[in-house]
């Protein structure tokens, strides 16, 4: 199985901070990867598809970028709705795998 | 609007048996695999089970590997998730989302495992 190891854990930020997030695989996945956001008592929403392209209706501030075993999700200007928890998403072969989850909390 | 919809949550004891459901409008169901997602209390998301579009490919976390089954019903649009020999480790919000790459999710259905 391919492991996903995403770090840090959690966060603490102030709005209007830029903000990084990074997967790691185990080994490499192409750009098939995801980055999703997650709020409490809410269903996960993806943001980012095939590594790098922004789901539609999802504002210009997340970025993903990455390849292969390198990939990383960044807010450029942290906004009050984007507090929440991260997560990526690898695809690239079963059984599909998380990182283990970013939570963004109010610095 | 595409939607996803689960039912079919609830309480059972530990070994018992239950059966969630998926109903899916808004896209052309019978063009897409669809997977099951669940998360623990207070947990990360965990991936348990896909099937292909046409039914004829499952896959399953080895966590519920010979307990749980995925199907479908292309005519009813619905994805389903027999589940049994069910352990308190499974207690979780279960997701159905569409596609193995997980765009579209429903509101998850909760599913406890107590005695």
């Known amino acids: 199985d391919i492991q996903m190891t995403q770090s840090p854990s959690s966060l603490s930020a102030s709005v209007g901070d830029r903000v990084t997030i990074t997967c790691r695989a185990s080994?490499?996945?192409?750009?098939?990867l995801g980055w999703y956001q997650q709020k409490p008592g809410k269903a996960p929403k993806r943001l980012i598809y095939?590594?790098?392209s922004l789901q539609s209706g999802v504002p210009s501030r997340f970025i993903g970028s990455g390849s292969g075993t390198e990939f990383t999700l960044t807010i450029s200007s942290l906004q009050p709705e984007d507090f929440a928890t991260y997560y990526c998403l690898q695809h690239n072969s079963y059984p599909p795998t998380f990182g283990q989850g970013t939570k963004v909390e109010i610095k | 609007e595409v939607q996803l919809l689960e039912s079919g949550g609830g309480l059972v004891q530990p070994g018992g048996s239950l059966r969630l459901s998926c109903a899916a409008s808004?896209?052309?169901?019978?063009?897409?695999?669809m997977s099951w997602v669940r998360q623990a209390p207070g947990k990360g998301l965990e991936w348990v089970s896909a099937?292909?579009?046409?039914?004829?490919?499952?896959y399953y976390a080895d966590s519920v590997k010979g307990r749980f089954t995925i199907s479908r019903d292309n005519s009813k649009n619905t994805l389903y998730l027999q589940m049994n020999s069910l352990r308190a480790e499974d207690t979780a919000v279960y997701y159905c989302?569409?596609?193995?790459?997980?765009?579209?999710w429903g509101q998850g259905t909760m599913v406890t495992v107590s005695s």
């Open positions: 080994q490499g996945i192409r750009n098939d």
């Open positions: 099937i292909s579009s046409g039914g004829g490919s499952t």
């Open positions: 989302a569409k596609d193995q790459q997980a765009d579209i």
């Open positions: 808004g896209f052309t169901f019978n063009s897409y695999a």
């Open positions: 095939a590594a790098s």
